[in-house]
Structures are given as structure tokens and as C-alpha cells.
DNA sequence: ATTAGCACTCGGACCCCACGAGTGCCAGAT
DNA sequence: ATCTGGCACTCGTGGGGTCCGAGTGCTAAT
């Protein structure tokens, strides 16, 4: 069946390409692959893949190289690799003495740029589904106050508020032992509900209501989503897949963050265990000719917090994907633990 | 006097290099400056110029740029420029509505990052300065705990701890309204000496120790001084200063963080308003062809904290020095009122 | 369906040369 | 003592032309 063949040329394309980073032509694959056939019949198939919108020429005297199209087709009939070993060992040893949530964050965002040298994106986990340990009002001022909240998963998220008016020591603090006893142990959708309540309690002081909000917005995993990054070197290391500012829109869009946020969400919705973007696919100009990874990870393997890779779209998929899978893999059982 | 009129060429020198990026020639500085003066003396000039280090030929028959020494000496003697005044209607707007100092350090690197077209740094304002005024103890498990202390100045830091053995609730509860007896109203300076007292108490718990240091150094600052980037994208921009690989390395360099913390610091304890590194003044590969201009910023005007740019050697030093002065300034008034 | 052979294309490397910006220096002017 | 005009020289850049070879598509033979 020569279909079968003719996906074996177009990985042979895809993996020559990625490893020269040079057009690779019909000759060349004949000779240094183990495809059997001469070079004719590869530029038969070639052919075809051209015709079916996965490989083209740069100009017309030069090998061929994937599309996007090309890379997605390849990504497609992957069979899932396995990490190498060495990586494996390098993610439980650099991250298992990490000390804290902070720390293993920032541990697994360099360890994930190293593996792939790629640039990394972590989110930190999100609070969402963790109850509110604790919840502390501390006055910075006459009139405003700063909200802390502490999660059962051991994050802290702040906002200040405030209090519209001067307010009286003793009130102050009553009111933070209520508001503390009011919130303890509930999730974030339980706090809700008791905390509008709370705040709407006959002879409750004004002040309550704002206060509740930021409580609530806290608990929901801060006033944003943050995101941390590593490895952006690997960016102006590509070489050739770059010209310089086309590197400077890429890193644009990394410090937005909120693009590459809705990406990744939207990347998260899909339901594969790793999902892929390639090039034009990512729907944002700047990432064009980027290609970009990620998976979940959160406890019980419930995807809610987001991690990845960027990179240029002529990538090293399944070693990419492998790693990418692994720390969301591994992060997942540290953030259960925590 | 002609060692007026020479630095006058240098002045110029820099100006056009900075301006144009090619080298500049003897006669294009008669035309265009208004030395006054013709080619061949310009000529002469800048053979003595060279003589002296200041300024360079890329290759025979081409025009001179400035050596890191001609930079050097082009910003000694340099009066102090005020910045321009669209640039400072855009400090105030800009940074006015911050709403808290999470994102008055988030805007104020921005800013700095956008006034300058460089990559903007900024500190976290340290605590170091200022008192502790609350410290919680809120336990994550059976022998871990999170110290959470928040400082007068509004900020929160926090690290976890491991008790070492399994403690019951009413003794963690003591312990931690005791600790924090022991904390309130303290600088991190009296709170070392105050809290190894805490923990040597008679029938004082095993696990004090560990709690006491982990507050001391929260309120040093955290376990880590932050600083936060903005402006990557700047670098790539900055066109055949550098060629790619050097501006990865010079990525490396700030991810380190340590490097650059190092470099600020040093610059600080130079007593200047606005300190500068030019080149390999930075004493450091990575950013040999690069300079440094950093401004420390605190209460008061204490420079207690730092900011600055960082940027390829041939920038636009009182620009960039009047908008590093300015945002500092800035700054330190709102940390003052906040 | 595959292969060998062949004519054809075309980008990149190389060479060569002319141009011109820029220099250093010297002799004369101020 | 300082500046200027002039002049010979350097050398990097850019344009134009040529050659080479990798790579292709097609066709006829297996």
C-alpha cells in the first residue's frame, strides 16, 4: 500500500528537516533512510504530499519542507514516545527537593525550557477547586485594608480595599475574626454564597460588602492568572526559523500574557492529554510561525492549572510532547501532595 | 580652546552614532553640526580622540563610533536632561492609578520599558526598612506550615516550614498567637534579636527555631530579592547591535537574575543619583556589549531598592538616564504614601 | 507500481571591478 | 599656533556576470 509509504516520506521530511533545519531532497532520503525504494519513487510520493498541501519547496531547485498542514498530518500519526531516560531521571531529581509551591513552579518552568530548549510556560495552580484555609484582614491605613487570603494548597493571594470611610480599631477587628470564621474551609463557589450573605447580615458594618468581593475575587485565584516563563534565549537561539523581529513580536506576546492565556485555555478545552498548535493554527499573527504545546496538570489529574512549550513550528514534536507530558504528569502528583 | 571643541566632536559623534547607527565621518559632522569648523580640522580632532581611546574605526575607510570609553566620558559630561514632557504626563497618568504595589511595580516597569524602547528592571521594593506588622502561622499539615508576614509597607511574604514533628492544635495556635506578639511593630533587625530570644524561652516548643528563622528571613524579604523584567522584546529590536546569539546570552543573563541583582547592587553603592555601566564596565560576558543604567528608589529617597534599563551600548544615554531618574523619583513617592 | 535516465531550473557561491566615503598628511593661509 | 584646502590612498560595499550542482518532472523501460 503505498499510502503507507507515503506517510513514512512525509515523516522522514519532517524528522530531516527538523534535525538540518535544510530543505531535504528525494536523493538525500533515498540514500539515508531505510525506505527501500529509490529516489524516483519518493519523488512520486512528493509529489502527491505536495498536491495534498503538506510538504513544498522553497523555490523550485531546493528539497522539500513540511507545511503546517505537514507538521499537523505528522503530529497526528504519532505514536505517543516515550521520555528518555536521562530527562525522566532529571524531572524527579531537580524538582523533588523543591521547598515550596513558589519554588516548584519555578523549578519545573527551567526544567521544562531545559528538556525541550524551548521556551516554558507554567501557570501556577490555580485555586479554584481548593477550600480557603484562612482568610486575614490587615489595615494599612486609615481607610484600607489588605486582604490575604491562604489557600489549602498552601498559595497566598492579597488585594488591597478600601473601606470607604476612617474605621475604629475594635470594629476593625471584629469584624476580620467574623469574616475569617465566615469563609474558613469553603471552595470558592461556597464562598459565594455564605459570603453575600455574610456581608448582607442585619447591622453589618458598610464596608463589608467591598471587603467580601475581594475575598471572593482572591479565593478565585487572584486578580490574574499568573504565569511564569523561562527560557526565552531558546527564542534568539532558533537561528534561521527567526528573523530578529519577528523574535521581538514572539516576546510581545509573552509578556502580554493574557494571549497567550486564552491559548492555552482554549488548548485545555480540547480533552487529548497533550495538545498542539502549529503555526497559523495558534490564530495569533505573532505566534504565526511558532508552535505551541500544553498540557493540564492539577491534583487528581483534573486539568485546571496549564503548562507548555512555545517554540518555532520546525520543532522536535514527540521529544516536545514527551516532556511536556512528563512534567504535567509529575506536577500533577506534587500539587496533590501538597 | 580646542579641548572644548573636541569634546564638542565626540558629543556629536555619539549623537549621530546613536542617531544613525553607521559610523560617522569627518566631513558629514562639518556639514551637518554646527562646529563651525571644517573636515580636515574635525579630522584632526578625531585623531586625537582616538589617540585617546574615545572613539574607533570599524575598518580603514569608514567613519568613527564611539569606544565604551568615548561613551563614557560622552556621560560624564553630560548635564543632567529633563525629560520631556509628554514622558512625564505619562509617569503621572500612567502610574496614578495603580491599585496596589503588586501593580505599581507591574506598571512602573512597563512604563520604563515603553519611555525608553530598552528592557526595564525593577525590584521589589525590600522590606528590609520597614516593620512587620503581622505574622501568621497557618499550618498545611500534620508537621508543615506557611509563615505568612505582612509588612507595614503593604507587602506579603511567605514560606513554608517543616515543624519536624506532628504537633497538636492548641499548641499551634498558642505558638503562633505568641509569635506573632512577639513580631508586630518589629524592623527585621529587631526582630532577629527579638525572636532568638522567642525561641530560647524556657518550655519554649522544639520547633520555634525553624518558625523564628523563617519570619526573620520573610521579613528580610523574602527568600529571594524579586525583580521583575519587561521590554524583552526590545532587545530583538534593537537590530544589528547585536547578532542573535548575543542576545540570547544576554536573555540567560537576566533570567539568572542573580547576575544582574549583583550588578545593581554594586551600582548602588556608588552614591550617584543615576548610576551607569557601559559595556564591559559590567563586568560581566553576557552583557559586555551592553549598558547598564540603574537608580535606587525607596521612602524617604533612601535607596533601598533599584530600577533601571538595560539596553546595547549604543542607546540614548540622557533619555534613558532622565526617564531611569524619573521613574525612580516617582516611585519613591508613592512607596512613601502607600 | 517502480526505476533509470535525462533535460531543465534556479538559487547560492564566487569573482571582479568600479565607486565613493573616508582617511592621513602636507603646504599654505590666517 | 591653528585652521583649511587639496590630494593621494585605502578599502568595504554593491552590482553584474558566470558557473555549479542539487533537485525536479517526465518518460520510457522493467
Known amino acids: 500500500m503505498s499510502e503507507d509509504r507515503r506517510r513514512a516520506v512525509l515523516r522522514a521530511i519532517v524528522e530531516g528537516y527538523v534535525a538540518t533545519s535544510e530543505p531535504v531532497g528525494s536523493k538525500a532520503l533515498a540514500d539515508a533512510s531505510a525506505l527501500g525504494v529509490s529516489s524516483a519513487t519518493i519523488r512520486n510520493d512528493m509529489a502527491v504530499l505536495e498536491e495534498e498541501g503538506l510538504i513544498a519547496q522553497p523555490h523550485t531547485s531546493a528539497g522539500r519542507i513540511p507545511t ?3 507538521y499537523r498530518s505528522f503530529v497526528d500519526n504519532l505514536a505517543a514516545t516515550a521520555l528518555q531516560d536521562p530527562h525522566k531521571r532529571a524531572i524527579t531529581t531537580f524538582l523533588s527537593d523543591a521547598v515550596d509551591l513558589n519554588d516548584v513552579v519555578e523549578r519545573s518552568v527551567r526544567l521544562l525550557s531545559q528538556l525541550t530548549r524551548q521556551v516554558a510556560v507554567v501557570q501556577y495552580p490555580s485555586l479554584r477547586e481548593s477550600a480557603v484555609r484562612r482568610v486575614e ?3 494599612i491605613g486609615a481607610d484600607r485594608a489588605l486582604v490575604v487570603v491562604v489557600s489549602a494548597d498552601a498559595r497566598v493571594e492579597q488585594s488591597t480595599v478600601a473601606l ?13 475574626r467574623d ?17 453575600s450573605d455574610w456581608a448582607a447580615r442585619p447591622g453589618q458594618v458598610a464596608w463589608a460588602a467591598p471587603v467580601a468581593e475581594a475575598v471572593v475575587a482572591a479565593a478565585r485565584g487572584g486578580t490574574v492568572e499568573r504565569v511564569v516563563f523561562a527560557g526565552a534565549a531558546n527564542l534568539a537561539r532558533a537561528g534561521a526559523d527567526f528573523e530578529s523581529d519577528a523574535i521581538g513580536s514572539v516576546l510581545d506576546a509573552l509578556e502580554e500574557q493574557v494571549v497567550l492565556l486564552r491559548l492555552l485555555h482554549e488548548m485545555a478545552g480540547e480533552g487529548q492529554d497533550v495538545a498542539v498548535r502549529i503555526g497559523a493554527e495558534t490564530r495569533t499573527d505573532a505566534l504565526a510561525r511558532t508552535s505551541v504545546i500544553a498540557a493540564g496538570y492539577g491534583p487528581g489529574g483534573d486539568a485546571v492549572s496549564l503548562l507548555g512549550t512555545l517554540g518555532p513550528t520546525r520543532m522536535d514534536y514527540p521529544g516536545t510532547m514527551a516532556a511536556v507530558r512528563a512534567v504535567a504528569r509529575y506536577l500533577s502528583r506534587v500539587v496533590e501532595n501538597e
Chains 1, 2 share one sequence.
Not at 470607604?164 to 476580620?176: H, K, L, Y
Not at 475569617?180 to 461556597?190: C, K, L, Q, W, Y
Open 137 to 139: 484582614l490587615v489595615r
Open 164 to 176: 470607604g470611610d476612617a474605621v475604629g480599631d475594635e470594629e476593625f477587628e471584629r469584624v476580620a
Open 179 to 195: 469574616l475569617n470564621e465566615a469563609s474558613v474551609g469553603r471552595t470558592p463557589a461556597a464562598l459565594l454564597a455564605s459570603l
Open 68 to 70: 503546517d498542514a505537514g
